[in-house]
């Protein structure tokens, strides 16, 4: 068993241990206010997305700040060097998936909403419920390393899982982009980022659940 693992056995509550589920806790509304941007784009709804956008800004920079904190009290604790690093690998990988969703409403802030084809915005918003679920799944799977360290290397599987779908989505939705007929070139370029980032996104959740593999069987 990992020593941080034994670590986090040791030390239920432990400040650091706190912060860092406050992390995933806000990373993953950060994910879920990206669904509902998207969801507000498929329905023309140009304030709520704008609202969602907001709240995703706001999130972003409060896990950004929280990420800071965590390697703070991490860097003054009773870790072991291997552990220590361990864990700030792990929240630099979880912040980069609200990273990745604050890019993602960078672009959806310059779409131009009536002009995007039905069809485009509903592919978009499969791949954001993907991407939804994967950052759920990845909340879990980091919370049982904490608690359940016997049931993360399945949490993980299912991150991956899901990432797998998302990764089938974004297929699709390029094969449907092509065949689009879209106004502009500069729009499909958009259009085209925006898939990107929703697909790096869902790639973060499972770069962080490849992390919590490695911290599993290190022995």
Known sequence: MSELIRWFEKRREARALTMIQKHLALTSSIVEDLEKAVSALVKNDAEEMSACIERVVKNEREADALRRKVMDEVSKGDLPPTARE????????????????????????????????KTVKEEALKMAMGVKGCAFLLRECV????????????AADAVERMEERVDDLHEKARRLLGEEELPKAGLAVLVGQLFEALEMVADSCEDTCDHVRVIMVRR
């Open 143 to 154: 919370n049982k390393m904490m608690t359940k360290p016997e049931e993360a290397l399945h």
């Open 86 to 117: 361990d864990i700030m690998h792990l929240v630099k990988r979880v912040d980069m998936v609200a990273d990745w969703s604050r890019e993602a409403t960078r672009i959806l802030s310059v779409l131009p909403v009536e002009e995007l084809p």
